[in-house]
């Protein structure tokens, strides 16, 4: 009976030494591998999250986890591309750049290039005020489209001639500035738009500012239709406000007709219908 537990003690142990001599060898050739492959990468500075073009890249871009390191064959490692977030501190990345994209050194301006990276070549940045009242500045975002509406009265009219007219259309936005002025008294929000304008809408949208109340309408996502309109002044907007099918009366309210009366005449065996 010893005789039986010592051999299935000894078969137990030598069994055992056989998986643990395999689990060292598996483990091994793994730390191989991981060692292998840690030598063959290297460390690139990619984008966390889409950042936006124009974007300061400085250290609480960082702290909000815009940038990130990851490892890239380095074999493939793209040309100007960074190895640690600090490289790129103070810059401003030219175009969009995607989730999980490296960034590179020929999509980056230097500190402070500001507006300019974002500029297209023959293209203007113009800022403009607008009120946080009225339009939708407040919902405006920079790459946004919107419509310039001008409000104003025509050469030689009078206040109830005032006309609006949009004058630019499909005008990208480059940033949204907010301040705090005093008006009257009290706070009031200020809000400057920059749009992207060629030389020749600069001039036509400093025009429109100067001679009138502006307006932006913002465009849905991927609209890039133009529309061709006309204007509308005061006596188009009270025709959309009367009555459809109803001509104006000048304020007096129409008169119904009267109605008719009928009366039967009976002579001897003639009948007759008289109408008064």
């Known amino acids: ?20 001599y395999g689990i060292y060898n598996f483990l091994s050739d793994r730390q191989k591998e991981s060692d292998s492959l840690r030598a063959s990468n290297q460390d690139i ?9 124009g974007t ?13 390191t ?11 591309a960074f190895s640690s977030p600090q490289q790129i501190v103070g810059k401003v990345n030219r175009v969009k750049i995607l989730a999980n994209e490296p960034i590179l050194e ?31 500045s407040g919902f405006i975002v920079p790459d946004d489209r919107v419509d310039i509406i001008l409000t104003t009265t025509p050469v030689g009219g009078n206040q109830d001639s005032k006309v609006s007219k949009i004058v630019l259309q499909n005008k990208r936005v480059l940033s949204v500035a907010q301040s705090t002025e005093q008006k009257d008294g009290k706070p009031q929000i200020a809000r400057s738009i920059t749009l992207e304008l060629t030389p020749e809408e600069s001039e036509k949208l400093t025009l429109a500012s100067s001679e009138g109340q502006i307006v932006m309408a913002l465009r849905g996502l991927g609209d890039d239709t133009e529309t061709k309109t006309i204007g509308s002044n005061k006596r188009d907007l009270l025709a959309l406000a009367a009555a459809p099918g109803r001509k104006s009366t000048g304020g007096v309210a129409p008169v119904a007709p ?19």
Do not use: C
């Not at 500075?45 to 073009?53: E, F, T």
């Open 258 to 276: 009267p109605d008719k009366y009928k009366v039967e005449v009976i002579h001897g065996s003639n009948r007759t219908v008289v109408e008064f």
């Open 1 to 20: 009976m010893q005789n039986r537990l010592k051999i299935a003690l000894v078969i137990a142990v030598f069994f055992g030494l056989i998986a643990a």
């Open 45 to 53: 500075v990619v984008a966390a999250q889409d950042i936006p073009p």
């Open 106 to 136: 020929s999509r980056l301006a230097g500190e402070g290039a500001g507006l300019t990276v974002r500029l297209e070549a023959g293209k203007r940045a113009l800022a403009v005020r607008v009120d946080e009242i009225i339009g939708v």
């Open 56 to 68: 300061t890249l400085n250290d609480e871009a960082i702290k909000k986890g815009l940038i990130k």
């Open 70 to 80: 990851t490892p890239w064959p380095k074999s493939s490692v793209p040309a100007g």
